[in-house]
């Protein structure tokens, strides 16, 4: 064999978004940089556990080395730092694609984020995200990495200043490991802490005390080892036995999130099926809890081996939850496809999902503020529930909570407005929307606000679709304010309003006519209103078919090719009515008529059809007046 120095070295740069990480790391807004320590040791954890669960089926991987092992070695005098493990290993293809890449779902984002926040702001989203094995460029000027994939009879080295660029080349076996992966961390001179045995000692304590693999620490190149951690997985221990602090160190461990969990579910299920599952509902919205895949993150042990994080224990509504489920019910050798078949994980789905459900209603009844900050951070996401999960639909409705017309800053439950209807009415109203503040100020609301009739503001865009698949709460239908006719005759107005909607004259049913006849097939029709108190005209969906938002949202997807004509109300009451009907030629009111679609649509959020003709109309209304 040749020697080191006449090994090829293969010259990399680093892809845009690790070259615009490695860049945050360098020069880190984030003060804890501890934080390094946890996230290496947990890659070398889950490296031990890929080999543990692959030697399953090959058991020759494991060789004479059968126990897995980390071990940090500190050497303070060359001011370095290296931390080993025996696990499966990397090639030269898993060098380049694990440590010269980014394959994580939410890194373009999450770094955008950081770049555009202020320092504090910026520290608290590096902390959520969880950085890796790019967070070792912290408080290391160098670093190089040594690795041989189990059964392997090649071993490979990268190196990296961490400044844009990295090498590869082969390793000799004599300087390698067995098996497993070695970093080296060339330690900045700020950094020398990390090879303290006291300061790395606690700092592997506190943060990564509870992995399930045993850690050794040596002091000083030559020395003994010394157990700093027994490999005892945190799960198997009875909950009294485990402290708030320790469980707050295993999520951030197991979810690469470094705020705290919100709720915590720790259980041992017997019976049929038995197994533990150890889960965390975060404090904070994890940055990929939108991707697309909608995939859940949640791991799967049997009998403490490590099989995959890829097996669907929860629905996809609960993707933000963290931990995982250890049973005994399936065997070692099960494939993922096994796993997705099998009716032990349907049982596990359904018994966690229970689980997990309760705790956080129990949360709901015992912290009221908890709960807010809880549901303002994934109630969007648990809202498709009541989409897709008909058996926990109504637990679900009940859970949620809603901004209303009824409070400006407090949200209210379906319960709550369920208690509340007025005698004569029949429905849940509500309202979809993207904005708010738009939502409030909407010209369909106005009659409804007139005799003090409650109506959701939804403006999550799963809202719109849920509304439609659960079609009642506790008896009542849900209406959508901006479809079909408002049915609002019955229900008097409150106090101090004027006592009843005025009639329609005959020369405003005229004008109304005009209008329909006018604006032909623009409009499936043009009508009085009894929703409108102040405006003069809105918008509103045909009484079958989809309601305005979500018309605009399956359009905006692709999802539908046309669309329905929508219909023009007005207001009969209102005094610029009046006024058009009672006077001016054919061409005027022709062009007003236009003008009133066109403020109709834009009170709606959208643009008037024909931009060109609109502000034609508009400057001909303008030269009437100033003429006048």
């Not at 031990?48 to 080395?65: V, W």
């Not at 961390?185 to 700092?203: C, G």
């Not at 604006?519 to 989809?546: F, I, K, M, N, Q």
């Not at 058009?580 to 649509?601: H, I, K, M, Y």
Request: hydrophobic share 40%; aromatic share 8%.
């Amino acid at each position: 064999m040749s020697n080191a120095a006449e090994k090829p070295v293969e010259n990399h740069v680093f892809e845009a978004d690790v070259a615009r990480l490695l860049h945050l790391m360098v020069h880190s807004v984030y003060s804890d940089k501890d934080v390094f320590l946890r996230e290496l040791i947990s890659n070398a954890a889950d490296a031990c556990e890929k080999l543990r669960y692959e030697a399953i089926g090959t058991p020759e991987l494991l060789s004479n080395d059968p126990t897995p092992h980390i071990t940090v070695t500190l050497d303070a005098e060359a001011n370095r730092l290296v931390i080993a493990d025996n696990g499966i290993g990397m090639s030269r293809e898993d060098m380049v694609e694990a440590l010269g890449t980014i394959a994580r779902s939410g890194t373009r984002a999450f770094m955008e984020r950081v770049e555009a926040a202020k320092a504090g702001e910026g520290a608290q989203l590096i902390g959520q995200f969880g950085v890796g094995f790019y967070s070792a460029f912290m408080v290391a000027e160098k670093v190089d990495v040594v690795s041989r994939r189990a059964g392997s009879q090649e071993a490979w080295t990268w190196s990296s200043d961490g400044k844009g660029s990295y090498t590869v080349s082969e390793a000799e076996l004599a300087d390698a490991p067995a098996r497993g992966t070695r970093i080296t961390l060339h330690l900045m001179d700020d950094a020398k802490d990390y090879t303290s045995k006291w300061d790395v000692s606690r700092i592997v304590k506190d943060q990564s005390g509870h992995v399930p693999v045993p850690i050794n620490l040596i002091e000083k190149p030559g020395a003994d080892s010394e157990r700093i951690g027994d490999g005892t997985a945190l799960w198997t221990k009875s909950r009294n036995e485990i402290t708030k602090e320790e469980y707050a160190d295993f999520y951030r461990g197991v979810s690469g999130h470094y705020d705290e969990p919100a709720v915590t579910v720790h259980f041992r299920a017997e019976g049929r099926h038995e197994y533990t599952g150890l889960a965390f509902v975060p404090e904070s919205k994890p940055l990929d809890m939108f991707d697309p895949s909608g995939k859940g993150r949640m791991k799967l042990y049997v009998k403490r081996v490590f099989i995959t994080d890829d097996a669907e224990l929860l629905p996809r509504y609960l993707r933000f939850v963290r931990g995982l489920v250890d049973t005994s019910d399936l065997p070692l050798n099960v494939s993922r496809e096994m796993i997705q078949e099998s009716p032990i994980l349907a049982a596990i789905r359904k018994g966690l999902t229970n689980r997990i459900l309760t705790a956080v209603e129990k949360l709901a009844d015992s912290d009221a503020d908890a709960f807010a900050k809880l549901w303002d951070a994934f109630g969007a996401v648990l809202k498709e529930g009541i989409y897709d999960d008909f058996e926990r639909r109504a637990q679900l409705m009940a859970l949620s909570r809603f901004r209303t017309t009824a409070s400006d800053t407090a949200t209210r439950t379906l319960s709550d407005y369920v208690k509340d209807m007025k005698d004569a009415q029949a429905a849940i109203y509500y309202l979809a929307g993207d904005d708010l503040d738009r939502l409030k100020a909407s010209p369909q609301l106005e009659g409804f606000r007139a005799r003090g009739i409650e109506v959701l503001l939804l403006t999550d865009s799963v809202d719109s679709f849920w509304v439609t698949a659960a079609p009642e709460f506790e008896g009542k239908p849900f209406k959508s304010i901006t479809q079909g006719s408002a049915d609002l005759a019955q229900v008097p107005k409150t106090d101090g309003e004027t006592a009843a909607t005025p009639e329609t004259t005959q020369v405003v049913s005229d004008f109304i006519a005009f209008a329909r006849t006018t604006l032909g097939e623009a409009v499936s029709d043009v009508r009085a209103s009894d929703r409108l108190t102040e405006s003069a005209v809105c918008l509103v969906a045909p009484e079958r078919g989809y309601d305005r938002q979500l018309e605009k949202l399956l359009q905006g997807s692709g999802r539908l090719d046309t669309v329905a004509k929508p219909v023009l109300e007005i207001n009969p009451g209102h005094s610029l009515i009046a006024a058009l009907a009672a006077g001016g030629n054919e061409p005027f009111r022709t062009d007003a008529v236009q003008l009133l679609l066109d403020q109709a649509r834009v009170l709606d959020g959208d643009k008037p059809e024909d931009p060109r003709a609109f502000a034609d109309r508009l400057s001909r209304l303008f030269e009437r007046a100033l003429n006048a």
